[in-house]
C-alpha cells in the first residue's frame, strides 16, 4: 500500500459526460501529480500541484482540468468525453516539489468511455 | 522537448534467463528513476541514480546510469516468475518533471 488513495476503482460512462478523479496523497506530502496510462502507452504525465498551486503542465487537454484543495487532496476534473479518454488515471503525491522526488502512486481509477 | 526512450518494448524469456531494458534520454539528465507495474498494479519505485557511471544492485537487478547522464539499463540476473511487469525509466532534465519512458514489458516463462 502505497498511501495514496484514489477514488473511484472503476468509472464507466458515456461520451459528453463529465466525471471527477479523486486523490489524497500520503501523509506529509505536499506534491500530487496525475498521470494518464492508455493501452499499450506509457505514463503520460497531465499536471502537478504542489501545495495548491499548479506546478507544472504537461499534455493535458483544455477538456481536462484539475485542482488542489487546502486539505492537499486533489481532483481531475474531465469533461465532454470521448472515446479516446478512456484510459487508466493515476495520481501520484511526492514530499516536496523537488526533481529528486521518488513518487508514490496510487492504484489508480480505470475510466471506460462508452 | 525532453523524451525518454526505452527498449525492448517487449519482452519475452525463460525462467532462469538474463533480461535487460535499455533508457535514453536525448539531452542529459540530472537523475533518473526505474519503476516497476505488475500486471493490473500500479508503478511502484524501485532505485534512482543521480551520478555519472554509478551503479547500483538490488539483489538479481543491477541499475547502471550511464557516463554522459544520457543512459541508463537495468539487468535482472537469472529471471523468475515474479519478475513479470513492465519496467519504466523516467528521467528528467535539470530543472524540469520526470519524463517515462514508454516501458518494457516482461513475461516469464516457467
Known amino acids: 500500500d502505497s498511501g495514496v488513495t484514489q477514488t473511484p476503482k472503476h468509472l464507466i460512462t458515456a461520451t459528453g459526460q463529465r466525471v471527477t478523479l479523486r486523490c489524497s496523497p500520503r501523509s506529509g506530502d505536499l506534491s500530487v501529480y496525475w498521470y494518464q496510462q492508455s493501452l499499450d502507452q506509457g505514463l503520460q504525465f497531465l499536471i502537478q500541484?504542489?501545495?495548491?498551486?499548479?506546478?507544472a503542465k504537461g499534455n493535458i487537454l483544455e477538456r481536462f482540468s484539475a485542482q488542489q484543495f487546502p486539505d492537499l487532496h486533489s481532483e481531475l476534473n474531465l469533461s465532454s468525453l470521448e472515446l479516446g479518454d478512456s484510459a487508466l488515471y493515476f495520481c501520484?503525491?511526492?514530499?516536496?516539489?523537488?526533481?529528486?522526488?521518488?513518487?508514490?502512486f496510487g492504484s489508480g481509477t480505470q475510466l471506460s468511455v462508452l | 522537448g525532453q523524451q525518454v526512450m526505452q527498449i525492448p518494448q517487449y519482452q519475452h524469456v525463460q525462467e532462469g534467463e538474463d533480461f535487460t531494458t535499455y533508457c535514453n534520454s536525448s539531452t542529459t539528465l540530472s537523475n533518473i528513476q526505474w519503476y516497476k507495474q505488475r500486471p493490473g498494479g500500479h508503478p511502484v519505485f524501485l532505485i534512482q541514480?543521480?551520478?555519472?557511471?554509478e551503479v547500483k544492485k538490488q539483489k538479481r537487478l543491477t541499475f547502471q546510469f550511464g557516463e554522459a547522464k544520457k543512459n541508463s539499463s537495468l539487468h535482472i540476473t537469472a529471471t523468475q516468475t515474479t519478475d513479470v511487469g513492465t519496467y519504466f525509466c523516467a528521467g528528467n532534465q535539470y530543472g524540469n518533471k520526470l519524463v517515462f519512458g514508454a516501458g518494457t514489458i516482461l513475461r516469464v516463462k516457467s
Open positions: 500541484y504542489y501545495n495548491g498551486e499548479e506546478r
Open positions: 501520484a503525491s511526492s514530499v516536496e516539489d523537488s526533481s529528486n522526488e521518488k513518487l508514490f
Open positions: 541514480l543521480v551520478k555519472s557511471g
